[in-house]
């Protein structure tokens, strides 16, 4: 497997997260998103969507990263990273979704980029807009952890699922951007859970080959 | 079941056209976003994260429309609306969430109500914002629908999948808000052989109880 990503892009976290809890290694292609390389014809020859993470396996592109995590699930079920249950796992998903979509992609750089470059908003605008869909999303996402008898160690019960491999990068995201996560005990509290595990740690953005 | 919906919502129709595709009866339970009724008390007691749809089945209460509509493909496997391979499958999710993380969040209405509020956008400045993204994320979509052998009648195949649940409302959306869909041929003939099916038509904002 290779897996196309960047050691800053917290979705490529998550597929990076997964692919630990699972033992599985792979080929690391950094795509510098800094320095504009997922927008190269290149690169969107191999993903349309000129997004990171892709992951190619047998000669297979897979782009977004919940379809690479639930692919990896689906292809390497063991430890399992859904529960078994249909509820349940429906629980699961909503929390990583609710970073998928509520969050990331309304709070992230394309947005803020477009907000400074078309609507002339200011640097702290932007940061603020950030901060902004990240605390309303986190708000959602205590709600559903505090009010849960379901919450256990992690996210869902007490080993690791994709919820906890979503929330962590959004959380690394969050705490640099100036997230005042002192709102949300719960959420914390799951981090430094992950943050004992090795499997966690390996993934972070810090110890990629690519990080500066 | 019950499901919490609003005819205008656009993750809400997803939903809709999924449980059509099974054959599936709901208690329609609407919840007027234009009177705010996603954020009251009441409602987000039930559903913390304030957002239709939301689904009520055998007394458990789930959210995200992804997460929703995994959940009937679980316990409602036919007619099934993921493929059985996983290649396949992580195909039909990553066009289902190329809808719902790259478009619907970033371009919709709680982006575009904060611009307006926040940053003072005029009201040409926010439509502008939702084509822009709408027409971004569909040209990613329409370059993963022509460049795949795997496109068929529909997005995958000839049978519908999750990924045509996901792309029908969004243009749905498109259209109302003038995006120029022309650019998207293959886009626009999977949602013409949508439009063909009473499956989806069903499930058309038009046709439901709310509809205004």
Same mark, same amino acid.
């Given at each position: 497997m290779k897996l196309y990503n960047y050691?800053?892009?917290?979705a490529s976290y998550?597929?990076?997260?997964?692919?630990?809890?699972?033992?599985l290694s792979y080929e690391y292609v950094s795509?510098?998103?800094?320095?504009?390389?997922?927008?190269?014809?290149?690169?969107?020859?191999?993903?349309?969507?000129?997004?990171?993470?892709?992951?190619?396996?047998n000669g297979r592109m897979l782009a977004q990263s919940l379809a690479i995590c639930e692919y990896l699930e689906?292809?390497?079920?063991?430890p399992p990273l859904l529960p078994s249950d249909p509820v349940s796992r429906a629980r699961v998903r909503a929390i990583a979704l609710a970073v998928a979509c509520e969050i990331h992609p309304i709070g992230g750089g394309r947005a803020q980029a477009y907000l400074g470059r078309v609507l002339k908003a200011s640097?702290?605008?932007?940061?603020?807009?950030?901060?902004?869909?990240?605390?309303?999303?986190?708000?959602?996402?205590?709600?559903?952890?505090?009010?849960s008898p379901e919450?256990?160690?992690? &996210?869902?019960?007490d080993t690791p699922t994709l919820a906890d491999a979503f929330l962590v990068p959004q959380v690394y995201n969050a705490e640099?951007?100036?997230?005042?996560?002192?709102?949300?005990?719960?959420?914390?509290?799951? &981090?430094?859970? &992950?943050?004992?595990?090795?499997?966690f740690d390996r993934a972070r953005p810090e110890r990629q080959p690519d990080a500066v």
């Amino acid at each position: 497997m290779k897996l196309y990503n960047y050691f800053r892009s917290s979705a490529s976290y998550r597929v990076r997260i997964v692919a630990s809890l699972k033992g599985l290694s792979y080929e690391y292609v950094s795509i510098n998103l800094m320095r504009g390389e997922s927008r190269t014809p290149a690169y969107e020859a191999l993903n349309p969507q000129g997004r990171v993470p892709a992951l190619e396996d047998n000669g297979r592109m897979l782009a977004q990263s919940l379809a690479i995590c639930e692919y990896l699930e689906e292809t390497h079920p063991n430890p399992p990273l859904l529960p078994s249950d249909p509820v349940s796992r429906a629980r699961v998903r909503a929390i990583a979704l609710a970073v998928a979509c509520e969050i990331h992609p309304i709070g992230g750089g394309r947005a803020q980029a477009y907000l400074g470059r078309v609507l002339k908003a200011s640097e702290d605008q932007r940061a603020e807009w950030g901060r902004h869909w990240t605390t309303e999303g986190f708000r959602a996402i205590e709600a559903m952890l505090t009010g849960s008898p379901e919450t256990g160690r992690f &996210c869902h019960g007490d080993t690791p699922t994709l919820a906890d491999a979503f929330l962590v990068p959004q959380v690394y995201n969050a705490e640099r951007s100036g997230v005042d996560m002192t709102l949300f005990p719960a959420i914390r509290r799951i &981090c430094q859970e &992950c943050a004992k595990l090795e499997t966690f740690d390996r993934a972070r953005p810090e110890r990629q080959p690519d990080a500066v």
